[in-house]
């Protein structure tokens, strides 16, 4: 149960075209939670857990359910993504700070060490999908390309279906048709089309800087899912600890770990922050 120290408050940044949305929970040293195309919810009991003893920032991203952006029509890159994160940091006026970024928020904590390494001390890049780092690069583009296109379309479940196949991950039907078919929240609906139209071409198709992050002061730390074998992110992953020359950090559970299963990725997390 959430305590009165460690309740949410709500907050707004106003960055040159967006208003970003945050929450801060807790004290302590400064964790920002971040991910894309999911939002602050998604993060919310893992913050719960973790706020006892630190200050916990989670936020959505541009785009995406509170944060509005003045051109919805722009697409959303990492390097936009990790200027926000350090306007966030710099604006809370608490950093260096560690953060843990899952999926598409990876790429962005990826692209906040490249950009502005001084604020964070320590990244944790849990599956980023750097797509681009494989060999079957160009078969990804074009997988990418399809579905993105499918969605497009008005074909949600069926581009939901060629985003699990192509990220290698199995889900019964009926979970399938629960989640992207039938009537939905029309926020849940805006924020999906945001994700395919603007945000997985510049998300999966981004190629970090190796030199830059294996230069930098910051701790880079690249986290994989013990259920997450075989799948598309736990390549990428493997690339891109192989490119930093260090190797994959276990974390339980799979992809979305922190939010399907947080009282165990809690511990793990405050474990791997205490090794640095």
Same mark, same amino acid.
């Given at each position: 149960? @959430? ?30 939670? %971040? =991910? ?6 998604? &993060? ?21 359910? $509170? ?22 940091? !710099?604006?809370?006026?608490? =950093?260096?700070?560690?953060?843990? =970024?899952? #999926?598409?928020?990876?790429? #962005? ?12 001390? @320590? ?29 497009? #379309?008005?074909? @949600? ?8 196949? !192509? ?53 880079? %730390? %690249?986290?994989?899912? $013990?259920?997450? @074998? ?20 276990? &974390? ?5 770990? &922190?939010?399907?299963?947080?009282? !165990? ?12």
């Amino acid at each position: 149960m @959430t305590s009165a120290t460690t309740a949410p408050t709500a907050h707004t940044l106003d960055v040159a075209d967006a208003r970003l949305y945050y929450e801060v929970r807790g004290s302590g040293p400064l964790l920002v939670l %971040v =991910g894309a195309p999911m939002d602050a919810r998604s &993060f919310a009991s893992l913050a719960d857990l973790l706020a006892t003893d630190h200050t916990v920032l989670t936020t959505d991203p541009r785009g995406i359910n $509170r944060s509005r952006v003045d051109d919805p029509e722009r697409d959303s890159t990492p390097e936009m993504r990790a200027d926000d994160l350090a306007r966030l940091v !710099t604006h809370l006026d608490m =950093g260096p700070a560690a953060v843990l =970024g899952s #999926s598409g928020g990876a790429v #962005s904590a990826l692209a906040l060490v490249q950009a502005h390494s001084e604020l964070v001390h @320590t990244v944790i890049a849990h599956e980023p999908p750097l797509d681009e780092l494989l060999d079957d690069r160009e078969e990804l583009r074009e997988r990418t390309d399809d579905m993105i296109a499918t969605h497009l #379309s008005g074909d @949600t479940v069926g581009a939901f279906r060629k985003f699990l196949d !192509t990220a290698n991950i199995t889900l019964p039907e009926e979970v399938i048709e629960e989640m992207v078919g039938g009537e939905r929240d029309p926020q849940d609906v805006a924020d999906e089309h945001f994700q395919y139209a603007h945000m997985l071409r510049p998300t999966t198709r981004w190629h970090p800087d190796i030199t830059a992050l294996r230069s930098a002061s910051t701790r880079i %730390v %690249v986290g994989v899912g $013990r259920e997450s @074998t075989g799948q598309l992110c736990d390549r990428t992953s493997a690339a891109l600890a192989a490119e930093l020359g260090v190797a994959p950090t276990m &974390f339980p559970g799979g992809h979305i770990a &922190f939010a399907d299963a947080p009282e !165990t990725f809690a511990p793990r997390l405050r474990a791997v922050l205490r090794e640095g």
